[in-house]
């Protein structure tokens, strides 16, 4: 996954950096995006949760 320089793993805390929001927007945006398909949960969970982009 790349997204402005970004490579790795997609966390909620990642995502609240990159959106400058709070960590419980950073991860309602994320159940959203899983809800709509563009995310997928990796198998990782607890601390670890992280996410990619679904093949297109």
């Known amino acids: 996954m790349q997204f402005d320089g970004f490579f790795g793993k997609l966390t909620t805390g990642k995502w609240a950096k990159i959106a400058k929001c709070s960590s419980d927007t950073a991860l309602n945006d994320i159940k959203?995006?899983?809800?709509?398909?563009?995310?997928v949960k990796n198998e990782e969970g607890g601390r670890s949760t992280n996410y990619s982009l679904t093949e297109v």
Do not use: T, V
């Open 32 to 39: 959203d995006l899983l809800a709509k398909g563009m995310l």
